[in-house]
């Protein structure tokens, strides 16, 4: 998803500067790079780990140490390879 979000901002970007300010398809320009913004928005939040994860054991808990005190910790999803 994000590849596609990529391509759209860039195709917007193109489109807005080949096309002069007379025309209308600056505006197509615009709102297609404001979508391919969106799209990579949205595919952020699609792989983070929801609560039901967690709850169904697809997820481990990562903590970080620093001199023996934990100063932050991670949830991620757990490798299907192993």
């Given amino acids: 998803m994000i590849w596609i ?8 970007s193109i489109i807005n500067f080949i096309v ?6 600056v505006c197509f320009g615009i709102l297609l ?4 913004a969106a799209i990579m928005t949205a595919s952020r ?3 983070a780990p929801t ?3 967690v709850y169904q054991g697809k997820t ?3 903590i ?8 932050d910790s991670v949830v991620v999803f757990k490798d299907k390879e192993k």
């Fill in 5 to 12: 979000g990529i391509a759209l901002i860039l195709a917007g």
């Fill in 51 to 53: 609560a039901m994860d």
């Fill in 20 to 25: 002069s300010e007379e025309h209308p398809g």
């Fill in 45 to 47: 939040y699609e792989t």
């Fill in 33 to 36: 790079a404001c979508f391919g």
């Fill in 64 to 71: 970080t140490y620093k001199d023996s005190v934990a100063v």
């Fill in 60 to 62: 481990t808990l990562e």
